[in-house]
Structure formats: C-alpha cells, structure tokens
C-alpha cells in the first residue's frame, strides 16, 4: 500500500500542477499557460487592450533590451518574467470585467473556474517523476510490482478547479500588490503573493508561491519559493530562494538589492548588463 499511496500523490500531483496536464472539460474554465514563461507574457502583452494595457506596455517599455537578453539565458531563471505575467494578466482580468479605476485604484477581483478530468497511467506517472539524473536501478534490488501497479495500472479523476486572483494596484502603476489563490473541490491546492514598485526607474519585486505537496487530493504548504528582483534600463537582476513565512517577503519599496543577497541562499541567480546607449 505504501507504493500505491505514493504512487496516487504523484499522479495526483501531475493533475493539479499548471503545465497543460489535465484535460479541461468546461469551456468556461481557465486554461493552463504556455510552459516558456515569456511566452506567456508575450501573448498577454499583444491581447490585452484598453487604458490599461496600454500603461502596461509603457511600463514595460524601458527594460526591453533587459528582458531581451534574459530571455536568452531564460535556462538560468524565468523569475524575470513575473511582473510582465501579472501585470498583463491584470490588463486581461479588467478588460473581461470591464473594471475602471477608481480613487486612484485598481482594485477589483477576478474569478475562473471550471472542470477538470485527468488520467494518467502508472508508468507515465513514473517516467515524469524520477529524476533524469537519478541512479539506473538495478533490476535485481527492484521489489517486483504487483497486478495494480503494473503498466496498464491507471487513475483518473478531476472535479472543480477555481483560481482567484485579487488585484490592488496603483492607478498609474507606480506600484500594488496581486494575490492568488487555487482550489480543486474546495481544497487549496495553491497560492502566491506578488508586490513591485517603481522607484527611480527601476521595477523592483518581491514574489513568493507557496511550495506545496499534494496527499490524498489536496496540496499543503511547505514553505514558500520567492523570487526578488530588479528591472532596469540597463539590466535587471533576480533571485529566486526559499523561504518559511510571508512575513519574510522583503518590501520592494525598500529594498536595498544588494544588501538583501547578502540575506539569503539563492537557488538561482539572474544578472544582466545590457549595453548602455551611445551619447
């Protein structure tokens, strides 16, 4: 039974990760982003329309060069990503609301949800799941599988996917914060806290996704993977890390960068010079 439980979190954990694994079923359902982060933003930046969108394109606008190049080493990290994702999507999210700011605010909720149905065999659970560079097993230590853990061994299932994302956001973007959470069947399976601000001309953010793990169907935090960075004219910086709390989310308002890598064990580390324009 052991095997089997650790089997069924995996699969379990294939259906509730956002990568195009599951199969929506409702039309009215969010449909899950392209894997290449950048992409992503890319598609949302050429869609999203209006006032909004527009400020979100002129924001963006002077760390092009920046992005560029990252995107070039987006192997590295595509933490860099993250203020274009969300800023975008808030562009999409007051569109389809019709939302207008109001008292120097955006500040509005948007709501998605639909059905979603997953299947997956045994073997395809494992062949996702085990590390490429993992240790060839030996086939004489191998525990032999029995008649329901063999290749023809499948679980299906699904239910109600519902993601929030709650947005209160400066009117001329100088900065604000985004919120999001997921569920599947009224379980939470997900959450992020994203905060940035414009300061001397440099977007800075903090990013934070809960680090979940999934048993029986439902995802439980354990910890958080932050991303921290700096866009800039002339280059941007990030770094991705772990941390415990939320309460350990530094301020981008303020954040000294360098000061701040000192505080931490980043996983990755993303820096990018770009050449500055000729006088």
């Known amino acids: 039974m052991g095997k089997r439980k650790g089997l069924l979190i995996l699969l379990l954990a294939a259906a509730l990760a956002l990568s195009g694994c599951g199969e929506q079923t409702n039309e009215a359902a969010p449909t899950a982003g392209p894997e290449n982060g950048q992409e992503q933003a890319a598609s949302a930046m050429a869609r999203a329309q209006g006032e909004l969108g527009d400020a979100v394109r002129k924001l963006l606008e002077p760390y092009t060069d920046a992005l560029s190049q990252a995107a070039e080493k987006s192997g590295e990290s595509l933490a860099y990503t993250i203020p274009g994702d969300l ?109 940035f601000c414009v300061r001397s001309g440099e977007l800075i953010f ?37 941390l415990t709390s939320l309460d350990e989310l530094p301020d981008p308002a303020a954040l000294n960068f360098s000061s701040f890598l000192r505080t931490v064990s980043p996983i990755s580390h993303l820096s990018i010079q770009t050449e500055k324009p000729s006088k």
Request: cysteine-free; hydrophobic content about 35%; overall charge negative.
């Open 87 to 195: 800023l975008n999507q808030m562009a999409l999210d007051a569109e389809a609301e019709g939302i207008q700011a109001k008292e120097g605010r955006w500040r509005f909720t948007r709501r998605d949800s639909g059905a979603y149905a997953y299947e997956a065999t045994a073997w395809e659970a494992m062949d996702q799941y085990v590390p490429e560079d993992g240790p060839t097993p030996n086939p004489a230590d191998e525990t032999p599988l029995d008649s329901q853990l063999n290749g023809d061994y499948a679980v299906s299932g699904g239910g109600l996917f519902e993601r929030t994302r709650d947005y209160d956001v400066a009117e001329d973007l100088s900065g604000g914060t985004v919120t999001l959470t997921d569920s599947l069947n009224g379980q939470p399976t997900g959450s992020e806290l994203f905060r």
């Open 206 to 242: 903090a990013d934070a996704a809960l680090d979940t793990t999934v048993q029986d169907g439902a995802a439980t935090g354990d910890g958080y993977l932050a991303a921290v960075g700096a866009l800039r004219a002339d280059g941007l910086e990030v770094a991705e890390y772990r």
